[in-house]
C-alpha cells in the first residue's frame, strides 16, 4: 500500500538537543498526524493538523501542515530521554472514516 | 479522551490454530475500525477497513479468508487469524475514529505461531 515519505530513518541525539523530521507525499492529504509509538505498544497521537499551513505546538512539539498539503514537519525542543521512540507521520487523504497512510517511522535515541 | 481497548496484548498459538483478538471502543461508538500489522521495525501497514454491520474492505494481498473481520457492534471489532503459520506472527494494531477525538490505536496485539 501507499506510504508517505519520512526522513530521516533513525537519529542520535544529545539530550537537550532540537529535532526535526518530515513526510512528504506525492498526494495531497486533508489530515496531517504525528504519533509517538514506544515498544510493543500501539501509536499514540502527538499532534493533529487540519489546515493546510497550520502551525501547531504540544509542549516541546511543535508541527507544521504543508501549505502544499503534501508535506509536514515535526519538531522537538530540548530533547529528553523520554523522547527516545519511534515516530511516525500519518495522512487522511479523504475526509470521513478512511484509513490513514503511514510514514516509515523515524526512530530517535536520545543520548543522556 | 476516546479510548480503544485491544484484547489480548500477547498471544502464543500452535501452528494451525486460530487467534482471535478483540477491538473495543470503550467510550464511543465506531462504526468504523482499521486493522494493521506491523513487522519489526517496520511501519504500519493497513489489512482492512471494519465496518458495523457489513463486510470488512481489505487491502490488496490480505487474504480475507485468513483474516475474518466481524465488526457486529458499534464498540466491537474482532480480527480471527485462521490457521495461523510462523509467517503470521507480528504486530497486529487496530484503529478507531472517535469524532472530535480523531484516530484512536490500541495497545496492539503480539502474535507468535510455533
Known amino acids: 500500500g501507499q506510504q508517505l515519505n519520512q526522513s530521516p530513518q533513525s537519529m542520535f541525539i544529545q539530550e537537550g538537543e532540537d529535532v526535526s523530521m518530515n513526510c512528504t507525499s506525492s498526494?495531497?492529504?486533508?489530515?496531517w498526524l504525528w504519533y509517538k509509538q514506544d515498544p510493543g505498544e500501539g501509536p499514540v497521537l502527538l499532534i493533529a493538523?487540519?489546515?493546510?499551513?497550520e502551525l501547531t505546538s504540544n509542549g516541546r512539539l511543535t508541527a507544521q501542515f504543508g501549505i502544499t498539503r503534501k508535506d509536514s514537519f515535526l519538531n522537538i525542543s530540548a530533547s529528553i530521554p523520554s523522547d527516545v521512540g519511534i515516530y511516525f507521520c500519518?495522512?487522511?487523504?479523504?475526509?470521513?472514516?478512511?484509513?490513514?497512510?503511514f510514514g516509515k517511522g523515524t526512530r530517535l535515541s536520545v543520548i543522556a | 479522551g476516546a479510548v480503544v481497548s485491544q484484547h489480548p496484548s500477547r498471544v502464543i498459538c500452535k501452528s494451525g490454530t486460530s487467534v482471535k483478538i478483540e477491538c473495543r471502543s470503550l467510550?464511543?461508538?465506531?462504526?468504523?475500525m482499521f486493522w494493521y500489522r506491523q513487522f519489526p521495525k517496520q511501519s504500519l501497514m493497513l489489512m482492512a477497513t471494519?465496518?458495523?454491520?457489513?463486510?470488512?474492505?481489505?487491502e490488496q494481498g490480505v487474504e480475507k479468508d485468513k483474516f475474518l473481520i466481524n465488526h457486529a457492534s458499534l464498540t466491537l471489532s474482532t480480527l480471527t487469524v485462521t490457521s495461523a503459520h510462523p509467517e503470521d506472527s507480528s504486530f497486529y494494531i487496530c484503529?478507531?475514529?472517535?469524532?472530535?477525538?480523531?484516530?484512536?490505536f490500541g495497545s496492539g496485539t503480539r502474535l507468535t505461531v510455533v
Open positions: 484503529s478507531a475514529k472517535a469524532g472530535d477525538y480523531g484516530y484512536t
Open positions: 498526494s495531497i492529504f486533508n489530515t
Open positions: 493538523l487540519y489546515k493546510a499551513g
Open positions: 500519518a495522512g487522511q487523504r479523504l475526509s470521513g472514516n478512511t484509513p490513514l497512510v
Open positions: 467510550d464511543f461508538q465506531a462504526t468504523t
Open positions: 471494519s465496518n458495523e454491520g457489513s463486510k470488512a474492505t481489505y
